[in-house]
Each structure stands twice: as C-alpha cells, then as structure tokens.
C-alpha cells in the first residue's frame, strides 16, 4: 500500500519527470542501488518546468523487515512533511517541503518512507555558524551577529510554544543559519518528525521545558551565562530580568541537569 504526496507548488515539475507514484520517486531520488539502506540522506537536482536546476534533499527510511512501530501511526517522514506546513502557517523560516511517501505491508506495516526537501544555499547549522563566524563576543560585529540570531530564536520559538507547537528536538543542528551575501543572518528549522500541537494536556509545561533546556544544552558550550538568560528574558518578551525570567531559568537549568546528569 502506497501513499504519496507532491506539494502544489511543485507538481508541474514532478508531472513533467513523470514522477507520479512512490516507486517512481524512489528510483529517481534514491537511485536502485541504494534503495535498501537503513537510512539515506542526499542531495539531489531536479529540473524545473522553466529549464533551471533546484537542489533538493532526499531522505529516506528502510526497514528490512516491516515496522510494526508504525502501524497505524505515521511514519517519521510524513510527520515531518505535515510539521513543515505547520510552520510554515505560523511563520516560522523551516526546510520548504516538496514530496513525501509512505510504504506498507498488506498488514499497513511501515516499510519505506520518504521525504524531500529544498535545499538552502548559504548556511550551515547553528553550531556551525557560531563555530566559524561569531564565536566569541570579542568584536562588536561578533556581537551584533550573536544577538541577531538569540533574538531571532527567542522570537520563533515563543511563537511555535504560543501555538501549542513543541519540537521535541529542538536542538542547534536542527536549526540553520543562512548568510546571504550583504543580509543578515536568518534562522531556519528543520529535521522535526517528532514535533506535534498539545493544546489541552497537562503536560504542556513539561514540554516546553524540554524544548528550552534541549537549546540551552548547547548554549552551555557556546555562550555565556548571560547570553543564556538573555534569551530566555527575550523569549519571554521581557525588558527586564524580573521574577518570571528568573523563575523560568532556574527551571531550565534544573530540567537539563536532571535530563542530562553527564553533560
């Protein structure tokens, strides 16, 4: 049984390669040689219907033997196609999704699923970006970047928790930074299967916590302590550390040394 989805945005192109089933997209993106892999990322060209060239990225799961985990459930890839749009209605910069498929068993065993995704030229992920371009606060232009993006991040990610949204894995390689030339950095998201709306749960709080704590386990390595509540003071739409800010930092921290006792 298979399941497989273009977005509008992308059907002529798809329709002109004649990519118009889940084994078909396969073959093409995968290529037959490396269908069965466990896992597959890679970048691909596609051809669009005006003669120039888009790169996507191509990521694939493969089980040899059919899923069990996945039945009745959604698999990773489509989830993550289905938080893309997500982001995307509530403004938030994240990988432009183009395609995704599902294939299952007669028993609706999971066994391959696919997704593919723009490629963003200019940019690597966070840890990247501050590894290579502001990696201390040693000059005002490493300042300037390191604020940009902490305020950029704060804004998104108070934005996605308003909307009941949590990543779950919400950590710096799956956020990128682009750096086009004479622009300011921008903060994009990506890799999210796991993220989902929790509007009516008691464990919403948890849940941001998480997410909050997950970002400030690298902001350990690469910031300083107050880069850290600075973030959380911005997050929180504050001008002030005030007795919310502090409250929100000292559960954090605490939520990061109990998830995280070694690190």
């Known amino acids: 049984m298979d399941w497989f989805v273009v977005d ?6 798809f329709e002109r390669l004649r990519l118009d089933s889940f084994s078909r997209a396969v073959d093409f ?7 069965n892999r466990r896992a597959l990322v890679q970048p691909k060209q596609v051809q669009l219907p005006d003669g120039s060239m888009l790169v996507v990225f191509y990521k694939q799961y493969e089980f040899a033997s059919p899923s069990w985990r996945y039945l009745w459930r959604a698999s990773k890839a489509r989830c993550e196609f289905q938080n893309y749009n997500a982001f995307e209605q509530l403004g938030i910069p994240c990988a432009e999704r183009i395609a995704c498929g599902e294939q299952r068993d007669w028993l609706g065993r999971l066994r391959r699923a696919f997704i593919v995704t723009k490629a963003l ?5 966070l840890v990247e970006f501050e590894q290579k371009q502001c990696p201390t606060r040693a000059s005002a232009e490493f300042r300037k970047m390191r604020s940009l993006l902490l305020n950029q991040l704060a804004e998104l990610t108070r934005r996605m928790h308003a909307a009941k949204f949590f990543h779950h894995d919400l950590v710096w390689r799956n956020l990128l930074v682009e750096l086009a030339p004479r622009a300011e950095p921008k903060l994009w998201f990506i890799d999210c299967p796991r ?4 509007r009516w749960s008691p464990l919403q709080h948890r849940r941001r916590l998480k997410d909050l704590a997950s970002l400030d386990k690298s902001a350990m390595k690469y910031c300083t302590l107050g880069e ?3 973030f959380l003071k911005r997050y929180l739409a504050k001008t002030k550390m005030d007795a919310q800010v502090k409250q929100l930092a000292r559960e954090v921290f605490a939520y990061g040394k109990q998830r995280w006792p070694d690190e």
């Open 228 to 230: 850290r509540l600075e």
């Open 29 to 35: 993106f995968s290529g037959k040689g490396d269908a």
């Open 8 to 13: 509008s945005r992308y059907k002529s192109a």
């Open 195 to 198: 993220g989902q709306f929790d």
């Open 121 to 125: 030229s200019n940019s690597g992920n």
